[in-house]
């Protein structure tokens, strides 16, 4: 067996690591679930694209607005603690909508309102997790912690939107119930890890200085604010997935089952790059392979929205995931591995923005575009401008192009 191989599975030997992972594993598997039951309970509802761009807008303001809190309190807590309790709020909310939809619904403002703290208890989450990972393997194995870490990530992403689109057909309350019960066992898992901070944790003072250091410590670092903007700006206009229940109802004539099954393909896609990521890291050419990977996710999208066909609409969905793996993979390397400990917590609760960003505020801009223009034209304009986005950035973030390795030596 190679060296990277050996890395491979020696990372995921650590017991802490695993409980990191399916925990992760759990919670992506109840977020996708809940994802296909909101958007197609939504759609149900309203018909509406634009009422399916605003499940986006309310899962995304949480994030935004509380990320200078989110931050400080991942640097400034047991980000164990912070994760579990998190997870604890996504499970009282998923409940909510489980009584929701056994109560005869016929509004869609209740569930828009009920998202809102799905994305509040993400805003939480992430940062307190993505500070938490590298504390917890060494630096050398920290490449094939992420792509294992991903890989366990994307297979619920593959799993939970099928999951949900079958259990759809019992009702949306049951997907909410199982998606509710994965993130409560997400919760006891995290709060099992033993965490081991790189240095004894010190409450900063809460200061405009110490809440805005995250956003600072990125404008400094050109090839990680390359990094996330790129995968920001791509997704943002590039994403289609807030318009699946459309493209599955009235382009591809599929049901719930089926924009399941489209929902997962990003995933699939995702998978089986993080696996080969798992065994063979980027080792040289990062930033130029990250800004590929960003115009073949940009050219997927175009024909995914000229697809009327599900085979290919499905294999062009598998491609975006892939290489938007890729570009994760990058992005997600430089900002864990290159910030230092005591800021992760708040350069994570930024990436979180910006994450949000290019998927919820993504979704409210497809929302909005299809709305105006019909779905069809709105997800092939946004995979032309996404491959517009990777050219251009190849020329504003030089540093980021020519960003050979994927960690600095030492």
């Given at each position: 067996m190679s060296t990277l191989a050996t890395t491979g599975w020696a990372v995921f030997r650590n017991g802490d690591f695993r409980l990191f992972s399916f925990a992760r594993f759990l919670t992506g598997l109840a977020y996708q679930m809940q994802?296909?039951?909101?958007?197609?309970f939504v759609y149900d509802l309203t018909r509406?694209?634009?009422a399916l761009g605003l499940v986006g807008l309310a899962g995304f303001l949480p994030a935004m607005l509380a990320a200078p809190v989110t931050g400080h309190v991942a640097d400034s807590c047991d980000r164990r603690l912070v994760a579990t309790a998190s997870f604890g709020l996504q499970a009282a909310t998923s409940f909510g909508l489980l009584a929701y939809a056994l109560s005869g619904a016929?509004?869609?403002?209740p569930v828009y309102a009920l998202v809102v703290f799905v994305g509040l208890g993400r805003a939480f989450a992430n940062p307190a997790l993505q500070a938490l990972l590298p504390t917890i393997v060494p630096r050398e194995m920290f490449g094939s912690a992420i792509a294992w870490n991903s890989t366990l990530w994307q297979s619920s992403s593959v799993m939970g939107p099928a999951l949900g689109g079958l259990l759809y057909a019992a009702g949306p309350a049951v997907v909410f119930g199982g998606a509710g019960a994965s993130f409560a066992l997400a919760a006891l898992l995290v709060v099992a890890i033993r965490y081991r901070p790189a240095a004894a944790i010190e409450r900063p003072p809460v200061t405009w200085e110490t809440l805005s250091a995250g956003i600072a410590y990125i404008r400094a670092h050109p090839?990680?604010?390359?990094?996330?903007?790129?995968?920001?700006?791509?997704?943002?206009?590039?994403?289609?997935?807030?318009?699946?229940?459309?493209?599955?109802a009235e382009v591809l004539h599929v049901g719930p089952l089926g924009l399941g099954a489209l929902r997962s393909m990003p995933a699939a896609g995702a998978v089986t790059m993080a696996i080969w990521l798992a065994y063979r890291p980027l080792r040289r050419h990062a930033g130029v392979r990250m800004l590929r990977a960003v115009a073949v996710f940009g050219l997927a999208i175009i024909v995914f929205g000229?697809?009327?066909?599900?085979?290919?609409?499905?294999?062009?969905?598998?491609?975006?995931?892939?290489?938007?793996?890729?570009?994760?993979?990058?992005?997600?390397t430089f900002v864990q591995a290159e910030t230092p400990d005591a800021m992760r917590g708040r350069v994570a609760a930024v990436n979180?923005?910006?994450?949000g960003a290019s998927n919820e505020l993504g979704e409210f801009e497809s929302g909005l575009l299809a709305a105006a223009m019909g779905a069809v034209p709105a997800v092939v304009a946004g995979g032309v401008v996404t491959v517009l986005i990777a050219v251009l950035w190849a020329r504003l973030f030089p540093a980021l192009r020519e960003r050979d390795h994927l960690l600095k030596p030492g």
């Open positions: 994802a296909v039951a909101i958007g197609w509406s694209a634009l016929q509004a869609a403002w090839v990680v604010l390359g990094a996330i903007s790129l995968d920001l700006f791509a997704v943002l206009f590039g994403g289609a997935t807030a318009l699946l229940p459309i493209f599955a000229l697809s009327s066909s599900l085979p290919l609409s499905m294999a062009c969905l598998f491609v975006t995931g892939a290489a938007d793996m890729v570009s994760v993979y990058v992005r997600q979180t923005v910006f994450i």
